[in-house]
């Protein structure tokens, strides 16, 4: 039986006025702190699904499946998905519309509280409010979950920001996070006519592809990370110092935090005065794997 034969209720995604219509007669109304905004952009829909270039059969998390633009496309492809939602009256929209279809599992409530407890999947697509995004990005990231490939649409900013490379000035903790385990491209920009309601702002699409034969970080890498852009603006000789006194126990004794700063710095081949948007991830990594010889975590 096809997919459409198990929807016999599916609204017309590719308009504004009818996904309106027909989440109206639902008694849905819009929830603005939670960023809804639904992709009616059939092509943009498609391009989405085509880059994460899932086999059929595969498992996907779906997260922030709204009234189900994105999972009808990925459950039309033979995708296990698994959709997370946070609005009640949404979940309701997917189950009504999706429960029937082999391979759908809805997962209620706030991604960032709920996620834990999924079953794991091998791809991930999402449509994330920015409010959300880097929090889930650095999330998952930091508990060592990781997919073969992520498509995600966010704020064009905040896609930048996940792209950025050494340097530039987008470059900041999400940077170093997300580079530490994927390589990324933005692949498509989005308008605002592309959603509906129509954001105020542009978003884009970013891919993520697992590097392959990654190592497990060293215990410091993300805690330093983010310690060091919390104040960007001062040397790392400074940051490293606040954040060895702050966030962590020397080991051992007869060892200062200036003096453990400034070994770790050395053996990396760094002078001090450099800044957290100069280092590599390959740097961050290093410096996180010298400081763990003589720290650990609080």
Not at 230 to 251: E, W, Y
Not at 257 to 266: C, I, P, R
Request: charged residues 15%; positive net charge; glycine residues 8%.
């Amino acid at each position: 039986m096809g997919l459409s034969a198990l929807q016999p209720n599916v609204p017309n995604y590719n308009s504004g006025a009818a996904l309106r219509s027909f989440l109206h007669e639902r008694g849905f109304s819009i929830r603005k702190q939670w960023g809804q905004n639904f992709l009616i952009n059939p092509m943009a829909r498609k391009t989405l699904a085509d880059a994460l270039d899932a086999e059929c059969g595969s498992t996907v998390w779906e997260i922030g499946s709204g009234p189900g633009c994105m999972t009808h496309e990925l459950l039309g492809r033979g995708l296990k998905t698994t959709a997370f939602e946070i609005d009640p009256g949404l979940c309701s929209v997917l189950e009504e519309l999706f429960s029937a279809i082999p391979g759908f599992s809805l997962v209620r409530g706030d991604v960032l509280k709920t996620w834990k407890t999924a079953p794991k999947a091998l791809y991930l697509l999402g449509n994330l409010p920015y409010t959300v995004a880097a929090m889930l990005m650095g999330n998952l990231i930091e508990n060592n979950c990781f997919f073969s490939r992520m498509v995600i649409t966010v704020q064009k900013e905040v896609a930048q920001r996940m792209a950025a490379a050494a340097g530039s000035a987008d470059y900041s903790s999400i940077s170093v996070l997300c580079s530490s385990a994927y390589t990324m491209k933005i692949i498509m920009t989005l308008k605002g006519r592309s959603f509906y309601p129509v954001p105020r702002v542009d978003s884009a699409a970013v891919r993520f592809d697992r590097l392959p034969n990654a190592k497990p970080y060293p215990a410091l890498f993300c805690p330093l990370v983010r310690s060091l852009f919390a104040a960007r603006r001062k040397t790392i000789a400074n940051n490293l110092v606040n954040f060895i006194n702050h966030s962590c126990t020397i080991t051992g004794t007869g060892n200062a935090a200036g003096d453990v700063a400034a070994l770790a710095m050395k053996n990396c081949g760094l002078k001090g005065s450099e800044r957290a948007e100069m280092l590599t991830v390959d740097v961050f990594l290093a410096l996180a794997g010298e400081l763990g010889k003589t720290l650990k975590g609080n």
